[in-house]
Structures are given as C-alpha cells and as structure tokens.
C-alpha cells in the first residue's frame, strides 16, 4: 500500500471518519463531564527483610528472608495489601458511610470495600524493594485518612500472617498437653513389656545372658570332654586286654608323646560334643546369624585348625579314632581305682545334665527377649520422638509469649519513606478514559475505511487499479460529471471554447429528450461537457491504429461493458460523432442493445440516414447536406437485431468492410454468459471495455476480459464516472483536466 493508496481511502470515506471522529468526541466529552474529578494520596513503604516465624511447624527457628527486589516476597506483600479482607477492615474502620458518600451513597459494607480496593493502586518497579501505594477517590478529604488507615492495618495483618502471634498461644498450650499425656502412655507401655520380660535395661539383661550362656558352655564342654574322655579310657583298657598282637598303627601310636595324644584326644572329643550341640541349634530353628550359633561355629573352625595341625605333625594320631589312648591294659597292668572312676564318671554326668537344663532355660529367655526386642525399641524411639516434639512446643509457647508481652506487633523491618501525601487531583482515569474514547472514534473510522475499501468494496475506483489490479490498458478515465460541480465546469469550458464552433443559442439546438423526459444536450453537440473526453478518446484511437500500421477502411471498433448502465451508448455515440469531425469520411455507428436494430451515420459530427440507405449510395443521396456528408437515421422495419445480426453477422460483415465508411462503432451489450458480445469481439479491430468506477466489481471485469480474451480481441479499457477524492497538492495520481 503505498501514500496514494492511504490518501485515496482516507479522502473518499472521510465523512465516515468524521463521523466516528465526532461520536467520539461527543463520548469523550460526556465521560469527562458526567465523572466526578478524582483526587489521591501516596505513600512509600520500604521492605528491608522480611521474618517469618511459624512456631506450629518443624522448624524450630525463625526464618529471615531478604526482600528479594521484584522476586517473590514483594509480590506476597502487594498481595496481603490488595487483598479484600484488608479493604474491608479499612472501610469498616473509617466507615462505609463516609466512603460512599461521593460514589454512589448508602451504608453497604462491601459495597464500601468494593470501592476501596478499586481505588487502591499498589506497583514496585523492577529490582526494587520499595512498595507504591496510591489511593484515589472523588471525596479529596478522606483519600488521606484512608491510605494512613490501609498502611496500618497491612503492618497489622504482615504482623499476624509472618509471626503467627496471638490466637496461636492457645495451640501452642493444647498440643504441649497432648504431648505429654502420649509420653506417659508410651513410658506405661514399655514398663509394662519390660515387667513381663523382668529386664530393667535391653542391653544389660541381653549381654549378661550372653556371658551366662558361654561361661556355662565352656563349663559344659570341659565337662563332658572329661567324661568322655573317662569313658574312653575304660574301653580302651577292656581291648587291650582282649588283644595281645599289636599292628602297625598301634607301634606308631606308641611313638607319639603321650602329651600330645591327650590333646588330640581332647580336641577330637570337643569337636564331637560342638558338632552336636550346633545340630540341636539347627533343630530348634536358630538363624545363622544368632549369637549362639555363631559362636559354636567359630568355636569348630578353631578345633578343626587345631586337629588338622597335630595330625600332620603327628600321623599316627588318626589310628586312635577319637580320642583313645594308652591305658593300664596295654602294658597289661590293671587298674586298682576302678570303682572310684565309676563314681566320678556318674558324677560328671549329672552336672553335664545340670548345665544341660540351665542352657535350656538362658535360651528360652534370649528368645524372648529377642521376639520383644523390636517392640521395646519402637517404645523408646517413640518416647524420645514425644519428647523432642514436647521440648518444641514448650519453647515456641514460651518464645510467642515473650513476643506478643514485648510488642512484636511492631514490625521494624517496614519502613515508611514517605506517609500519606495530601490529597491531590489525579491526572489518571478521567482525561485517560476521554482521550481514549476520541483516539478510539478516529481509529475505529480509520479501520472502517480500511475494511471496506481492502475487504469488502471490491469494485474498480481509480485509474491505476486497470493496470496494477486488472491488467488491462486504460485510454482514458472519464470523470462523473453528475458530482462536484464536473458537468457545469466542463460545459462551462465548452461553451466558452472557440474552438467550439457554435453559439449558445446553437448548443440549445442541439438538445435531445433524455429517458426522464428532461432535456439534454446531445453527445455530439459542442456544448456537450464529455466533448473534449470523446475528442481524445478519438484521438487515441486513431494513433493506436496508426501505430499497429492498420490503415485500411473502415475500422471496426466495439464498445461494450461488464455491467449495465456504465455509460456505453454514450460513449459510442460520441466518440462516433467525434471522429465524423475529422473530415476524412463516413462513421457508422451500429446499436445492438435495442429492441429493433438501429443502425446510425455520422459526418461532421451529425446524424445521417437509415440503416437501409446506409449501403446503397443511390438513396443516401436524398440526405447529402455538403461535401460528401450524410446524415443517416434509423428506419423502423421491424427487424430484431439482436436475434438477427449474429445469426447474419457473417453475411453483413463483408458489407460492412466492403464499405465507404471510415469507422464503423458497434454499440455491444454487456458481457455476460449468454449475450453476443464475446462470439462477435473476435471480428473486431478494437474492443473498448467500459468500466463503470466504484460500481463494477473488479472479479466481473476480470471474468469478462476472460471471455472476450478466448475470441483473441484487442481489449482496452476506459474507467467511466471517475471521483477525484484527493487534493493534486496532496497527490495526483492520473493526468488532471482541471
């Protein structure tokens, strides 16, 4: 779009523009009378920190925070300022009768509280730890009070959302309560699962029943390896009383230390015995982790190194089996104490049977005491959890007491950099709302504008849209002459013209009667006002022949339109009477829009004879005036040309190029599907398409070009009834004639 194209839209839909300019106005107007002046006060407040103390949650210290400039904690206070609650705690304290008094009236609350918080502006700029406040109102004598008012009860409400004082205490008191009655069931519960146990610590009882079970096993082992060992002792003597041949084993047996051979067989017995008590572990289903088996685990792996050495060391150790050794029989002596070993050997069996049983009952009791191990220790953990909870509680009362005894309600870290300034006139809403209300007319005229001449008006309006838009040659652009005072200035021209030819009283003579029954001056007279448009219409057309090298007689032009009532007859006539004017021959000019044919001469620019004279030259002769000019008029015979001339177009068009005439001008109907203008364009030197401004849309002038391009017909365009909107000193986009 280029500065034309918004000069040609601004121009021609200035009265809409004006318009909407004018309503807007008047709107602008009426807001700025009808609304009350509205005057504010300001205020500054600087965050420096902000302390949050929360004494109802786990943590058990205060939190400082940082004002964080245009973070989070600046918008958390503009929240609590512009929060409804806090208006309507200012307009219950200043009084809503007050506050209504100049918006509106009455004694509603929220109404009231309505009417503060939309009065309240409050804004920080970026990276900036100070807070602006403002209030507007149209009553200049409380925007003061009621500012000084909404700053304190925000320091009160910051007060009692960050340190959480005052109906807290009674929380505080009721969970410390609480907490202490769950410590004293907690304390019952594990006495009493102790009292059952008879432990009085977990860790004292569970290590002295360890000690007990391994001294009593240690006792246990060397018992019964005694009396196994008695026991071996006794059989050994039996068979070497029964054998006297001594073998291999039994030579190297005697070559062994008898020290050794005791150690052996003591260790040989233990293993025995720990083998069998970790069988009866594994038989009362103790875990592989349990104390008890590990210990007689680690208790076989050491005998086992034990055995392993001696053996290697002394080979024939293994053919004593388990343990036996040199008694009284290999030497074939008897033994005199006999009847004391059977007592001793009685007596170390009854006290393996006592330990036995005490080893019994020390398990019994480490089972148990492992099965309410886990309940004890969730006891304990559980109590000690209470009682840091308790220890909390207690502290966060005491801390909020002190607080709320000592003032904390007096926030230090809110600073005012300036109060509540008096009240003033606020150059906001009033004059805003105004001026947008005028800017807001204007640009919605401008946007109308736009929108009809980009969208919705799609019809042909200036000169250069046949070439940019259309793409067709323009001859000339013919201004509507019923607007602007065009008729009278070109008329006036003609009249005045020496050119001309004819007087006043002659241009009165050449008048016809229109189809409103008024009287007007006919296209070929002088005094016409489209005279000098058909003269250079006439002369166009003669160079664009002359240029193409067309010099043969006559020349078949044809004037036709998209649209009906674009001016075509017109035209034709005159651009008919005006090339009669050039003295070079005869013009005929063939109309195929009316009812019965009318075929028309021109010479001099005068009407000659009827069409049936118009190719016999032996009845033209009663209409010669001077100098080879005839005046040829229609003759009425009835013949419908419209549904005669195409059918014997054919048969008449060697007639017509056979003739005397110069220029013959086809008077054709609009171009639409079914009418003759496209089947008879391709016979036809020239096509002039006739477009009527602002009225044929530019989708029909295409489509018709179309129609008329599949005859091959040589289409120019003229742009008929033109409207200059555009001063020339702002922009002169085509020739001017004025």
């Not at 259309?470 to 652009?477: A, G, Q």
């Not at 020349?555 to 009669?580: D, H, M």
Request: aromatic share 6%; charged share 25%.
């Amino acid at each position: 779009m280029t500065l034309g194209d918004v000069y040609f839209v601004v121009f021609r839909h200035k009265w809409k523009i004006i318009s909407f300019a004018l309503a807007g106005m008047v709107a602008a107007a009426s807001f700025y009378f009808l609304n009350p002046p509205v005057y504010q006060s300001e205020a500054e407040l600087f965050i420096r920190y902000i302390t949050d103390s929360r004494p109802v949650t786990a943590a058990a210290d205060n939190t400082i925070r940082t004002s964080d400039p245009g973070g989070s904690v600046i918008n958390s206070e503009i929240q609590i300022l512009t929060s409804f609650d806090l208006a309507q705690q200012v307009a219950q304290t200043i009084g809503p009768e007050k506050i209504l008094a100049k918006a509106g009236g009455g004694k509603d609350l929220i109404t009231a509280a309505i009417v503060v918080r939309r009065g309240l502006k409050v804004s920080s700029a970026e990276k900036s730890s100070v807070i602006n406040v403002i209030f507007q109102h149209p009553d200049p004598t409380i925007v003061q009070p009621v500012l000084s008012e909404i700053i304190a009860d925000y320091l009160s409400k910051h007060t009692e959302i960050h340190q959480a004082l005052g109906t807290e205490d009674d929380f505080l008191a009721e969970q410390t309560t609480q907490l202490r009655a769950q410590i004293a069931q907690t304390e019952r519960e594990l006495m009493m699962t102790k009292t059952n146990l008879g432990i009085v610590s977990l860790d004292d009882t569970k290590e002295n029943i360890t000690k007990q079970i391994s001294r009593y096993q240690g006792q246990l082992y060397d018992l019964e390896l005694e009396l196994a060992t008695r026991k071996g002792m006794a059989g050994k003597a039996t068979d070497a009383a029964l054998t006297n041949l001594p073998t291999t084993n039994s030579v190297m047996a005697l070559e062994i230390p008898a020290d050794q051979k005791d150690q052996y067989k003591k260790i040989t017995s233990r293993l025995a015995l720990l083998q069998k008590r970790n069988d009866g572990f594994v038989e009362q289903g103790f875990a592989e982790d349990n104390v008890l088996v590990m210990e007689v685990t680690e208790q076989i792996n050491q005998n086992k190194k034990l055995k392993k050495k001696l053996e290697e060391q002394y080979p024939g150790l293994e053919s004593l089996g388990t343990g036996s050794t040199a008694t009284d029989a290999e030497s074939g002596t008897a033994n005199p104490d006999s009847d004391r070993g059977v007592v001793q050997t009685a007596l170390l069996e009854s006290r393996v049977s006592v330990l036995h049983t005490l080893l019994d009952k020390l398990r019994l009791e480490a089972a148990g005491i492992g099965e309410a191990e886990p309940k004890i220790l969730d006891l304990q953990r559980k109590e000690k959890i209470q009682e840091q909870n308790m220890q909390f509680f207690i502290k966060s009362l005491d801390d909020a007491r002190i607080n709320e005894a000592l003032g904390a309600g007096k926030i230090s870290n809110i600073k005012p950099i300036q109060q509540p300034t008096p009240p003033s006139p606020a150059t906001s809403k009033r004059e805003k709302m105004a001026a947008g209300l005028l800017a807001g007319g204007i640009l919605g005229g401008l946007a109308l504008a736009f929108l009809i001449e980009l969208f919705l008006d799609r019809s042909v309006k200036r000169p250069a849209e046949i070439e940019t838009k259309l793409n067709l040659p323009l001859f000339l652009s013919i201004p509507n002459m019923h607007l602007n005072g065009s008729r009278s200035k070109f008329e006036q021209r003609q009249l005045s013209s020496p050119e001309a030819g004819s007087t006043v009283s002659k241009a009165v003579d050449d008048k016809t009667i229109g189809k409103s029954g008024n009287l007007q001056i006919a296209p070929w007279s002088a005094s016409n006002a489209m005279c000098s448009f058909y003269e250079a219409l006439r002369d166009r057309i003669v160079v664009h022949f002359e240029v193409k090298g067309l010099t043969r007689n006559p020349k078949l032009v044809a004037v036709t339109s998209a649209n009906r009532g674009a001016g075509v007859t017109t035209i034709a006539t005159g651009l008919a009477a005006s090339l009669s004017e050039t003295g070079e021959g005869n013009v005929l000019l063939v109309d195929m829009n009316v009812e019965q044919g009318a075929v028309q001469q021109f010479y001099k620019g005068k009407p000659g004879c009827p069409l049936d004279h118009a190719f016999e030259s032996e009845k033209r002769g009663d209409a010669l005036m001077q100098n080879n000019l005839y005046v040829v008029s229609d003759s009425s015979n009835g013949d419908k040309l419209p549904r005669i001339m195409p059918k014997r177009f054919s048969s008449l068009l060697p007639k017509f190029k056979a003739s005397d005439y110069d220029y013959i001008i086809f008077d054709m109907p609009p171009v639409t599907q079914t009418s003759v203008t496209p089947r008879l364009a391709g016979h036809m030197d020239m096509v002039l398409l006739v477009v009527e401004a602002e009225k044929t849309n530019r989708d029909v002038v295409l489509r018709a070009n179309s129609l008329l391009g599949e005859s091959k017909a040589n289409v120019i365009a003229i742009l008929n009834k033109t409207r200059k909107y555009v001063p020339e000193k702002l922009h002169q986009e085509y020739l001017s004639d004025s």
